[in-house]
């Protein structure tokens, strides 16, 4: 058992059931593995929040710079071919609401989604043609992640691609 498929297992237990729901016997019954042998990899609720969270990020942050060419305004567009690769893909678009449901029992483990949240929205003026309808372009984005996170089946595959060009069209 490898300690993404226990923290899919969290993920699942989480997006089916609730936070209330999510204990180390849930997540080990649902990865079919002993509680012992969740314990191995992650010895508390506590360190499996904190894995679920870094592995949003990091996923978050490797997919920004394999679209990021650093080009004068990549950054945006790269944010936003990101999201909608998560977004329209498997079922990962549940993984950071997951990891925000889940560190929203303890201020303490959102304290690294709140830097990333800092470090994928503070973006330099000068980084973008118009550093204003970059900033609204990550939003909507943020926004689209939001209510998909709420309602996957709102939009179909068309709606998405029609989000998408709008999204980039606004940066130029």
């Given at each position: ?18 936070t ?5 016997t849930?997540v ?19 360190a ?56 929203a ?27 204003v ?40």
């Amino acid at each position: 058992m490898t300690k993404n498929s226990l923290l899919d297992a969290a993920e699942a237990v989480l997006s089916e059931h609730g936070t209330q729901a999510l204990t180390l016997t849930a997540v080990a019954d649902r990865a079919g593995v002993s509680k012992g042998g969740l314990l191995y990899h992650f010895p508390s609720k506590e360190a499996l929040v904190k894995a679920m969270v870094a592995r949003v990020i990091e996923e978050f942050d490797d997919l920004i710079a394999a679209h990021d060419d650093g080009t004068p305004g990549s950054y945006t567009r790269a944010y936003v071919e990101a999201t909608f690769e998560i977004l329209t893909g498997e079922a990962r678009a549940y993984r950071r609401w997951s990891a925000i449901t889940a560190a929203a029992t303890d201020p303490g483990q959102g304290l690294p989604l709140n830097e990333a949240m800092r470090r994928w929205h503070g973006r330099a003026a000068g980084e973008d043609a118009d550093p204003v309808a970059a900033a609204v372009v990550r939003l909507a984005a943020e926004g689209l992640w939001e209510v998909v996170s709420h309602a996957p089946e709102l939009y179909d595959e068309e709606q998405f691609a029609a989000l998408k060009r709008r999204l980039l069209a606004l940066l130029g």
